[in-house]
């Protein structure tokens, strides 16, 4: 039977409590090996749909996050299926160190996000306005202007956004233990607005104060920024398991 993955944690002391069903239903069991063990549930053929259903995410998230009131995870990306109970048990063996050590810098911590949505400023051009802005015959000197500006603005945004995510981090200096950072763009949007997101790993006892510095720091941004969490520390596992910290 292959299984789908959820997350892995410390062995606990009662296998038999009772879990939410998993993803279309499927109850959840713990494989333990290596002083670890990896919840899973038999894994369905639409569990790899190119777009699976919001029901099914929302069942993987709601196991994940039990777990996660207990005890520290590490929360696997949706979607990781292995053959059979063997390979989950050659999985926790072989990373067994690696594994233990995550765990222990996760316990007691929460992930909170930030998104920065960064709006184009109308005196900086972007390549689309750039080429409609121009007439059919326009001069080449007029051309070569329109060009400088796109680059100098080009040249200046990676500037701009590194400044603003140091500005934001040090907003919070103290009350995350890890940030990880990636900047990514809204799909099918005619503005094409950059999104910069900041992940944070914070400590449960700093929840609340994290949260009101970003209240403060929302109010005299400004940038468009958002907060979401605390959610399981999604960002911050091992990186073939599908997170990538820093």
């Not at 059979?84 to 222990?104: G, P």
């Not at 930030?114 to 007029?142: F, K, M, N, W, Y």
Request: charged share 25%; proline share 8%; with cysteine.
């Amino acid at each position: 039977m292959s299984y789908l993955a959820y997350c892995i944690c410390n062995t606990i002391a009662d296998p038999r409590l009772p879990f939410p069903p998993g993803v279309d239903g499927q109850p959840v069991s713990l494989i333990i090996a290596s002083d670890l063990c990896m919840a899973v549930s038999a894994a369905s053929s639409r569990v790899n749909d190119a777009c699976p259903e919001v029901e099914r995410i929302l069942a993987f998230e709601r196991v994940v996050e039990t777990f996660h009131r207990e005890r520290p995870v590490l929360p696997v990306r949706y979607g990781l299926v292995l053959d059979d109970e063997l390979q989950v048990i050659e999985m926790l063996n072989r990373n067994r160190n690696v594994y233990i050590s995550a765990l222990r810098e996760l316990e007691g911590c929460v992930e909170l996000g930030i998104r920065i949505i960064v709006e184009h400023q109308e005196s900086e051009p972007t390549p689309v306005e750039s080429a409609l802005d121009l007439p059919p015959h326009c001069s080449g000197v007029r051309y070569l202007a329109v060009r400088k500006r796109y680059y100098i603005a080009r040249d200046r945004s990676p500037r701009q956004e590194t400044d603003l995510t140091e500005e934001i981090r040090e907003a919070f200096r103290g009350l995350f233990v890890k940030c990880r950072m990636e900047t990514s763009t809204i799909p099918n949007s005619i503005f094409r607005a950059p999104i910069m997101s900041l992940d944070f790993l914070v400590e449960r006892k700093n929840v609340t104060a994290f949260r009101r510095t970003f209240r403060m720091l929302s109010k005299e941004s400004h940038v468009k920024i958002l907060l979401s969490g605390p959610w399981p520390p999604y960002s911050f596992v091992p990186t073939h398991m599908g997170g990538d910290g820093c």
